[in-house]
Nanobody
Framework: VQLQASGGGLVQAGDSLRLSCAAS????????MGWFRQAPGKERDLVAS????????YYADSVKGRYIISRDNARNTGYLQMNSLKPEDTAVYFC?????????????WGQGTLVTVSS
């Protein structure tokens, strides 16, 4: 599976941004799509994930109520809608795929897209 994340940019606090993750190849291996982020000097953390059907979703506490994860399997694309952005949301965002829900083993990764939120 090849993943390509896009949609990052420079925005102001309070703005919204939508990230996209285009998948190609053996997309059936992407049962779970997750979005991670890594801020400078910090570890990479999972911020949201979604199962194949979309019935199951997970959000980190730091983004709950502000971010919405979704996917369109017909288009092989996942999305992360980010609202009410804060400066602390600044990070490189990565999309990744896992084979099953509840696994912490993400086998496929996109290249990352930078989100910068100014105050």
């Amino acid at each position: 599976v090849q993943l390509q994340a896009s949609g990052g940019g420079l925005v102001q606090a309070g703005d919204s941004l939508r990230l996209s993750c285009a998948a190609s190849g053996r997309t059936s291996s992407c049962y779970v799509m997750g979005w991670f982020r890594q801020a400078p000097g910090k570890e990479r953390d999972l911020v949201a994930s979604i199962s194949w059907t979309g019935v199951r979703t997970y959000y980190a506490d730091s983004v709950k109520g502000r971010y919405i994860i979704s996917r369109d399997n017909a288009r092989n694309t996942g999305y992360l809608q980010m609202n009410s952005l804060k400066p602390e949301d600044t990070a490189v965002y990565f999309c990744a795929c896992a084979a099953r829900w509840g696994s912490d083993k993400y086998d496929y990764w996109g290249q990352g897209t930078l989100v910068t939120v100014s105050s």
